[in-house]
Nanobody
Framework: QVQLVESGGGLVQAGGSLRLSCAAS????????MGWFRQAPGKEREFVAA????????YYADSVKARFTISRDNAKNTVYLQMNSLKPEDTAVYYC?????????????????WGQGTQVTVSS
Protein backbone atom coordinates (compact mmCIF):
# COMPACT_ATOMS: atom_id res chain seq x y z
CA GLN A 1 0.00 0.00 0.00
CA VAL A 2 1.33 3.41 -0.99
CA GLN A 3 0.78 6.42 1.23
CA LEU A 4 1.16 10.00 0.05
CA VAL A 5 1.36 12.83 2.57
CA GLU A 6 1.24 16.45 1.43
CA SER A 7 2.56 19.41 3.41
CA GLY A 8 3.43 23.05 2.91
CA GLY A 9 0.01 24.57 2.36
CA GLY A 10 -1.14 27.71 4.11
CA LEU A 11 -2.34 31.27 3.77
CA VAL A 12 -0.39 33.65 1.54
CA GLN A 13 -1.02 37.04 -0.02
CA ALA A 14 -1.44 37.41 -3.75
CA GLY A 15 1.94 37.55 -5.43
CA GLY A 16 3.52 35.37 -2.78
CA SER A 17 5.01 31.90 -2.97
CA LEU A 18 4.53 28.49 -1.37
CA ARG A 19 6.30 25.18 -1.78
CA LEU A 20 4.26 22.03 -1.42
CA SER A 21 5.84 18.68 -0.65
CA CYS A 22 4.47 15.18 -1.04
CA ALA A 23 6.24 12.34 0.72
CA ALA A 24 5.57 8.83 -0.53
CA SER A 25 5.98 5.54 1.26
CA UNK A 26 7.29 2.42 -0.40
CA UNK A 27 10.31 1.42 -2.47
CA UNK A 28 8.90 1.97 -5.94
CA UNK A 29 8.55 5.75 -5.96
CA UNK A 30 11.06 6.19 -8.78
CA UNK A 31 9.12 3.81 -11.04
CA UNK A 32 6.07 6.03 -11.38
CA UNK A 33 5.09 9.40 -12.66
CA MET A 34 3.58 11.83 -10.16
CA GLY A 35 1.06 14.61 -10.41
CA TRP A 36 -0.50 17.51 -8.57
CA PHE A 37 -4.20 18.32 -8.76
CA ARG A 38 -6.37 20.86 -7.00
CA GLN A 39 -10.00 21.30 -6.09
CA ALA A 40 -11.67 24.57 -5.21
CA PRO A 41 -15.00 24.71 -3.36
CA GLY A 42 -17.88 23.86 -5.66
CA LYS A 43 -15.57 22.92 -8.51
CA GLU A 44 -14.29 19.70 -9.97
CA ARG A 45 -10.77 18.47 -9.29
CA GLU A 46 -8.42 19.85 -11.93
CA PHE A 47 -4.96 18.98 -13.15
CA VAL A 48 -2.08 21.25 -12.13
CA ALA A 49 1.22 19.58 -13.05
CA ALA A 50 2.82 16.21 -13.66
CA UNK A 51 6.32 14.78 -13.84
CA UNK A 52 7.75 11.60 -15.30
CA UNK A 53 9.43 9.02 -13.13
CA UNK A 54 12.91 10.29 -13.92
CA UNK A 55 11.95 13.93 -13.63
CA UNK A 56 13.13 14.65 -17.15
CA UNK A 57 9.66 15.47 -18.44
CA UNK A 58 7.10 17.82 -16.94
CA TYR A 59 3.64 18.97 -17.97
CA TYR A 60 1.57 21.92 -16.72
CA ALA A 61 -1.93 23.24 -16.94
CA ASP A 62 -2.04 26.47 -18.92
CA SER A 63 -3.34 28.32 -15.85
CA VAL A 64 -0.13 27.68 -13.87
CA LYS A 65 2.49 27.51 -16.61
CA ALA A 66 5.48 29.79 -15.93
CA ARG A 67 4.35 30.27 -12.31
CA PHE A 68 4.49 26.75 -10.88
CA THR A 69 7.34 24.22 -11.04
CA ILE A 70 7.04 20.53 -10.32
CA SER A 71 10.13 18.55 -9.33
CA ARG A 72 11.03 15.35 -7.56
CA ASP A 73 13.80 13.86 -5.45
CA ASN A 74 13.71 10.09 -5.91
CA ALA A 75 16.29 9.58 -3.18
CA LYS A 76 13.85 11.18 -0.72
CA ASN A 77 10.66 9.72 -2.22
CA THR A 78 9.31 13.25 -2.48
CA VAL A 79 7.67 15.37 -5.15
CA TYR A 80 7.46 19.14 -4.88
CA LEU A 81 5.34 21.94 -6.28
CA GLN A 82 6.92 25.37 -6.16
CA MET A 83 4.19 27.97 -6.58
CA ASN A 84 5.15 31.56 -7.36
CA SER A 85 3.13 34.66 -8.21
CA LEU A 86 0.11 33.16 -6.52
CA LYS A 87 -3.33 34.47 -7.36
CA PRO A 88 -6.60 34.29 -5.41
CA GLU A 89 -7.91 31.86 -8.04
CA ASP A 90 -5.18 29.41 -7.01
CA THR A 91 -7.03 28.91 -3.72
CA ALA A 92 -7.89 25.21 -3.43
CA VAL A 93 -7.05 21.96 -1.74
CA TYR A 94 -3.98 20.58 -3.47
CA TYR A 95 -3.52 16.84 -3.89
CA CYS A 96 -0.56 14.81 -5.02
CA UNK A 97 -1.14 11.55 -6.80
CA UNK A 98 0.87 8.62 -8.14
CA UNK A 99 0.47 7.69 -11.78
CA UNK A 100 -0.42 4.11 -12.60
CA UNK A 101 2.61 4.02 -14.93
CA UNK A 102 6.00 5.60 -15.51
CA UNK A 103 4.66 8.45 -17.60
CA UNK A 104 2.63 11.49 -16.77
CA UNK A 105 -0.92 12.53 -17.54
CA UNK A 106 -3.46 15.25 -16.90
CA UNK A 107 -6.26 12.69 -16.53
CA UNK A 108 -6.99 11.88 -12.88
CA UNK A 109 -8.22 8.44 -13.97
CA UNK A 110 -4.59 7.56 -14.74
CA UNK A 111 -3.60 7.97 -11.08
CA UNK A 112 -4.13 5.20 -8.56
CA UNK A 113 -2.97 6.64 -5.22
CA TRP A 114 -3.89 10.02 -3.76
CA GLY A 115 -2.85 12.04 -0.74
CA GLN A 116 -5.27 13.62 1.71
CA GLY A 117 -4.68 17.13 0.38
CA THR A 118 -3.30 20.38 1.75
CA GLN A 119 -5.15 23.69 1.78
CA VAL A 120 -3.72 26.66 -0.10
CA THR A 121 -5.45 30.00 0.43
CA VAL A 122 -4.38 33.11 -1.47
CA SER A 123 -5.75 36.40 -0.20
CA SER A 124 -6.20 39.44 -2.42
Amino acid sequence: QVQLVESGGGLVQAGGSLRLSCAASGRTFSSYGMGWFRQAPGKEREFVAAISRSGDNTYYADSVKARFTISRDNAKNTVYLQMNSLKPEDTAVYYCARSSNSGYSSNPKNYDYWGQGTQVTVSS
